[in-house]
C-alpha cells in the first residue's frame, strides 16, 4: 500500500529552525510532484510548497517564501522541508502529498497521496 510518512515535526522557539522529512513508502514516488500542505486548528488547509518530480521546479507560497525551502533526493526517495526562522503563525500539522498532476499546483485536489502528519508548534 502506498504512503507518505512525515517526521520531523516539534516544539521551537520563534525564530528557531526544523527540516521536516516525508519518507514515502510502497511505491516509488520519483514520477510524482511532491508537496507539503498545513493545517493549523480552526483553519483551512494551505499550500506551502512543491517540488517536481523532474527536479528542475518549485513553488512556494508567499507566507513562507525565503523562509523554506523544499528538496528532494529520488535516490533515497525522500522529500524535505526545511524551515527558517519560524514564527508562531507556522504552527499547524504539516502534510507531504503526492501529484500526478502535469505541472506544480498548490490545489489540495490534485494531489492523489497524503500523509498523516506531523505537527510543528512554534512557540512566541
Known amino acids: 500500500q502506498a504512503q507518505l510518512v512525515e517526521s520531523g515535526g516539534g516544539l521551537v522557539q520563534a525564530g528557531a529552525s526544523l527540516r521536516l522529512t516525508c519518507a514515502p513508502s510502497?511505491?516509488?514516488?520519483?514520477?510524482?510532484?511532491l508537496g507539503w500542505f498545513r493545517r493549523a486548528p480552526g483553519q483551512e488547509r494551505e499550500f506551502v510548497a512543491a517540488?517536481?518530480?523532474?527536479?528542475?521546479?518549485?513553488y512556494y507560497a508567499d507566507t513562507v517564501k525565503g523562509r523554506f525551502t523544499i528538496s528532494r533526493d529520488n535516490a533515497k526517495n525522500l522529500v524535505y522541508l526545511q524551515m527558517n526562522s519560524l514564527k508562531p503563525e507556522d504552527t499547524a500539522v504539516y502534510h507531504c502529498?503526492?501529484?500526478?498532476?502535469?505541472?506544480?499546483?498548490?490545489?489540495?485536489?490534485?494531489?492523489?497521496?497524503w500523509g498523516q502528519g506531523t505537527q510543528v508548534t512554534v512557540s512566541s
Open positions: 510502497g511505491r516509488t514516488f520519483d514520477s510524482y510532484n
Open positions: 517540488h517536481s518530480w523532474t527536479g528542475r521546479e518549485t
Open positions: 502529498a503526492g501529484s500526478r498532476r502535469a505541472g506544480l499546483t498548490a490545489e489540495s485536489g490534485d494531489y492523489e497521496y
